[in-house]
């Protein structure tokens, strides 16, 4: 059976999906089988694998570990809907919608039993098992229902590396204070700390250092500078509050006339907005994550992207007049799945989406589509021949994403088909239920091109090329600046 090593934190977004990315990438360089695994994520950012959905930081690690995506890698996701309430998703299957209590009290054994399993098919498949642990492995009031640390670590006899992130401040106090609070048995477990997100020379640490480990008998692995490999993020923690407006990509150093803003609205229930960083990672690109009733002013496209819940959001963009907004909107506008049926012209069945009993609800009706909801869920890997229309103008060629949607959408009138049996354009308006469409480098340049021109703007010299890999950008981290001494593996 494979050596397990989990990747646990002192708080979320503390860096543990990046350094397990990280040490993934190293070993299979190295010539280990190596696989990640999440016993339970919480996510609304999901892919499509053969088997169903998982958390899309299980499916870049899969990548990292150049293996193929599964379900074993994260066999219990958990998708927020709001009121508290998740969809429950088991071996890649939704199984229902639950209250945190009544996941608990009524398929959280089911949930560890699925997740043991999947870590036992992989233990027996691979040499090393790297997991991800959830948030901090010092909640002390879910120490005995903690499947992704306290109970990985149990049933995977896992050696624990415990990251946290000094950018906080604090870094020291929050090392101890997990240190004191994790049960005694998951404390004899771990066998160093890495400090991530560093500014500065790291002597400067030195005194801190070696108090920390004099107080607690635990090496210091390793201090990570700080250094965005580029990886897709996990949750929405890297986004803005829904009040408030954040923009991401395009150097301080483009000029404006050199520039495009593409508006981006902050939906409540937003979903799989990892969609929107290959734009964000354009040269003369802004990607602005705005408050619902914000202007689009100084937007130059519009982009609706996924949510977990289409109806709720689509009420309260109306509410805000965001439609009103796109309507008046002569620039171009993209609907990505959820985003995609608020374009439509009506949905139906609205109570299987909605939290409430709305039966039909009336979309912003710039795109000639009745959605219509139902209990089947759609989750598959595909690849398809883009016809570049609308937006898109010019994108003609083969793509590669996913979908992962419940309702199906029909057309109710003349409009151009950009994939054979999905989506709608017309002239300034694509919709389409294919996630990462703009992972897609025809896909992504094609818009671009189109907006700037629809702008009357002239892009700066445009960098072609794709950059750093983000796999290896990880895995330099972790080879260059941890050491991996105490660990069950080397590299």
Known sequence: MADTILVAGTASHVGKSTVTAGLCRVLADSGVSVAPFKAQNMSNN???????????????????????PTTDHNPVLLKPRGEGESQLVVDGTAVGHFAAGNYFDTHWENAREAARDAHERL?????????EGAGSIAEINLHHRDLANVETARFADAAIVLVADIERGGVF???????ELVPEDIRERIVGAVITKFRGDRSLLADGLDAFENRTGVPVLGVLPYDDPGLPEEDSVALPPTGKRAVHGADDGVP???????????????SNFTDLEPLANEPGVRVAYVPLDDSLADADAVVL????????????????????????????VVGLCGGYQMLGEEITNASFEGIGDRDDIEGFGLLPIRT???AEKTVIHV?????????????DGTVEGYEIHTGDSTLTGDARRPFEGDGAATDSVFGTYLHDLFENRLARSAFVR??????????SARNSGDGADPFDSAAALVADYVDPGPLPVEW
């Open 450 to 459: 189109n907006t700037f021109e629809a702008t009357g703007k002239a892009p």
């Open 123 to 131: 233990s027996a498949a691979h040499d090393v098992v790297v997991a």
């Open 173 to 179: 106090a929050s090392l101890v204070g997990t240190l």
């Open 372 to 374: 219509t909801f139902s």
């Open 383 to 395: 690849e398809r021949e883009l016809r570049g229309v609308g937006p898109l103008d010019g994108a």
């Open 46 to 68: 999901a892919r499509a694998t053969p088997g169903g959905e998982i958390g899309v930081s299980q499916y870049v690690q899969a990548r990292a570990a150049r293996v193929p």
């Open 256 to 270: 404006d006339e050199s520039s495009v803003t593409v508006a981006v609205p902050r939906l409540p229930h937003i």
């Open 305 to 332: 992207p996924g949510t977990k819940n289409t109806v709720d959001d689509l009420l309260a963009l109306r509410e805000a007049g965001f439609d009103a907004a796109v309507a008046d909107f002569d620039g171009p």
